[in-house]
Nanobody, 116 residues
Framework: QVQLVESGGGLVQPGGSLRLSCAASGFTFSSYAMSWYRQGPGKERELVATITVIGVATTYVDSMKGRFTISRDNAKRTVYLQMNSLKPEDTAVYYC?????????WGKGTLVTVSS
């Protein structure tokens, strides 16, 4: 079955960096686009970035452009989210997502807290 396992979250000071990872299994990873979403406290889940099967990356939220970069390693079946210049408003649970056979699959998420 499809499994997504996020890691790499934690507490970081404003201006710091983190790299999130999502290890995927149960499907042909190289054949599917992958996405990162996040859900901040009291907020709805929002799409952060998507990467296509050939590695074309799109970041959807203006406030993240130039700071967040999605990438993938098909050999490792892993998708990454590099986050730089982190701000307190980036505090959220970050989720990995794949749409597989018209169904959305999610990991359990990894918490990122940006605070001094």
């Amino acid at each position: 079955q499809v499994q997504l396992v996020e890691s790499g979250g934690g507490l970081v000071q404003p201006g710091g960096s983190l790299r999130l990872s999502c290890a995927a299994s149960g499907f042909t990873f190289s054949s599917y686009a992958m996405s990162w979403y996040r859900q901040g406290p009291g907020k709805e889940r929002e799409l952060v970035a998507t990467i296509t099967v050939i590695g074309v990356a799109t970041t959807y939220v203006d406030s993240m452009k130039g700071r967040f970069t999605i990438s993938r390693d098909n050999a490792k079946r892993t998708v990454y989210l590099q986050m730089n210049s982190l701000k307190p408003e980036d505090t959220a649970v970050y989720y990995c997502n794949v749409r597989y056979y018209a169904m959305d699959y999610w990991g359990k998420g990894t918490l990122v807290t940006v605070s001094s």
